[in-house]
């Protein structure tokens, strides 16, 4: 702990309110976290390769990456005061290559599912680019099949369910990006189950995606979209519900709606899939202080706790639900199982699905706190 002023001290990288010393006895231990059944609804494909996995996928591609393992983080991984959203982004450019055939779509999508499983993470979501793979001539069809093979692959040796989501990039041309749709008519795997959209959200607002959008549901194609992860890009996050979506990805700016807006959204049981780490990274908030996922939380909003990039941000799940303990040590086990449910409400599932996992995480989290 380094002492910054009489009024703050500084903790795993945040400033945290003198008086929050206060509470420290009351962070729940790693181990009762580590019990914790997880629901992961926000996880990137490129963003979340292990140090293992990268080195494989050069190997398969034939590129000698003649790095340090040190040298290989460096590269992949987002510096802690990154700068922008758009630097964080960047990261993304040193896996892209290694990630241009079956093979290393398959092996990645399998090695993101397994470190989820390590996170006791029973159900995962892990969405992915297609049109960002097909340097060495795979189809966008071909894409998804690779990474929901990986997916079921996954799910034969650890327990968890996986499943994927097409996500498609704000930046790219809307003729590229109507290309998309396609993929929801010529595969057909229980492992698609939906749509988003990332990308650099300040220039490219979301309204700007409405058609496109609208030929996604249509196909009932369940949607979540990244909105409301820049200042002043509120706007976004309602846009989106207009626009089908059920999950809004980060949605920080959710603390700057109305108290209507924000009753709408309890109402229509809108589910927030925050990533603490992240956050903080794209300088969606500077310091603690400015973070809704409490304040939220308290309103009834349906926030839920994912990873974002598990490489990229050098974290993962374990990490994430033990900085919300450290941040808010008033946030109980009963908090951590309720934020869980919704995630399950909010999981691109069928209605039989969320009732067995509801009625094992209930039983689970039971087992935990007697």
Known sequence: MI???????????????????????NVLKPEIIAQMPKVELHCHLDGSLSLNCIKQLAKNAKINLEMTDEEILEKAQAPENTRNLLEYLARFDFVLPLLQTYTNL???AYDVARQAGQDNVKYIEIRFAPS???????????AVEAVVAGLARAEKDFDLKANALVCGLKQEPLEKLNKLVSVFDKVRDEHLVGFDMAGDEMNFPQIKFRDLLGKITMRGVQVTLHAGECPDCERNILDSIKMGASRIGHGIMTKNLSKAEQEMMIEKQIVLEMAPTSNFQTKAVTELAQYPFKELYDKGIHVTLNTDNRCVSATTL????????????????ADFEKINHYA???AFIGQVEKEALHERFSKEYQKISD
């Open 318 to 333: 374990q990490k994430e639900y033990e900085k919300i303990s450290a941040w808010y040590p008033e946030f109980s086990l």
């Open 106 to 108: 398959e092996l990645a």
């Open 132 to 142: 960002q793979h097909l340097l060495e001539g795979l189809s966008l069809e071909e």
């Open 344 to 346: 399950i409400d909010g």
């Open 3 to 25: 002492r910054v002023s009489d009024s703050k001290y500084f903790i795993f990288g945040t400033i945290y309110p003198k008086n929050s010393q206060k509470k420290e006895r």
